[in-house]
């Protein structure tokens, strides 16, 4: 069986985690995705403050989404289709057009995800 693998690094936009009730009802973005390149610390943008724990080098805490619009190539109709972490923060969730693919609590593991 013929395996083709494609990197996805490019093509990603991240943005803080808006409260799904507020995405469910239309009530717009509270902030704009930025377009990103993988691997990336959403964090690594944000602002320090004195209000922050030393431990994370007083960066506040958050929950960041990452998106990212996938086409199958023609070629790939009626094969298997997975995707391939190097590594994700933890208490991850993937999500394939809405519905929920994987979670996975611990971070910075690599792991696959069936998605057809």
Known sequence: MAVHRSPLNDGWTVRPKQNPFAE??????????????????????????PSGNAATAYFQSGIWEYRRTLEVPAHGSGTSVFLEFDGIYRDAFVYVNGDLAVHRPSGYSDFVVEID
Request: aromatic letters at 0%; zero cysteines; hydrophobic letters at 40%.
């Open 24 to 49: 469910r009802v239309g009530m717009g973005m509270l902030s704009e995705p930025v377009p990103v390149t993988l691997p990336h610390d959403a964090l690594i943008g944000a602002d320090r403050s």
